[in-house]
T-cell receptor, first 115, second 116 residues
């Protein structure tokens, strides 16, 4: 596709359940980012991939959160034992890796609601 | 630690008015990038402008212009002759150092409403 695609667009899950959120970046973009946006706040960085490896996972809040990008393209953000506080919009972005300060292109996000 | 402050939370203007969105940042880095993103109701963050810390020249791009002042750590954004389609949440963001693909620190955003 032309842009960053995230699925599902909405996810409602029960507290304690496991969820997976998918991100399909722009073709050719080697850098991929996950951000979390709570209501009324700006996006907060979670993790950044360069190719298949997590170059910076300093934003992951705890060990319930994990992300993978096994083939350097699609990424999955995994949340175990979900809590109500995990409810937010999860944004994925991608960018080219060969330009300084290049802008990131964002998807429309997955709205996660934990009930 | 990096920090971006957008003191304005909501701004409402009438169409064709000019509007300036304020942004103040804090960083220990000597080199960095600053960005403005727009988030319409659809939710997707749309890139608007980027400025590196070396270049304080202010520019105009269509109806958008920005005023970067390193001495006051401010990066303000102006929309000239606002239109209803400009209604959105606007985020200022700061990169971590002047390197490729660094993570961004965002402000809380400013909700702009442009009335017909």
């Amino acid at each position: 596709g032309a842009g960053v695609s995230q699925t599902p667009s909405n996810k409602v899950t029960e507290k304690g359940k496991y969820v997976e959120l998918r991100c399909d970046p722009i073709s050719g973009h080697t850098a991929l980012y996950w951000y979390r946006q709570s209501l009324g706040q700006g996006p907060e960085f979670l993790i950044y991939f360069q190719g298949t490896g997590a170059a910076d996972d300093s934003g992951l809040p705890n060990d319930r959160f994990f992300a993978v990008r096994p083939e350097g393209s699609v990424s999955t953000l995994k949340i175990q034992r979900t809590e109500r506080g995990d409810s937010a919009v999860y944004l994925c972005a991608s960018s080219l890796a060969n330009r300084e300060g290049t802008e990131a292109f964002f998807g429309q996000g997955t709205r996660l609601t934990v009930v | 630690a990096q920090k971006v402050t957008q003191a304005q939370t909501e701004i409402s203007v009438v169409e064709k008015e000019d509007v300036t969105l304020d942004c103040v940042y804090e960083t220990r880095d000597t080199t960095y990038y600053l960005f403005w993103y727009k988030q319409p109701p659809s939710g997707e963050l749309v890139f608007l402008i980027r400025r590196n810390s070396f270049d304080e020249q202010n520019e105009i791009s269509g109806r958008y212009s920005w005023n970067f002042q390193k001495s006051t750590s401010s990066f303000n954004f102006t929309i000239t002759a606002s239109q209803v389609v400009d209604s959105a949440v606007y985020f200022c963001a700061l990169s971590e150092e002047l390197r490729a693909n660094s993570k961004l620190t965002f402000g809380k955003g400013i909700t702009l409403s442009v009335r017909p």
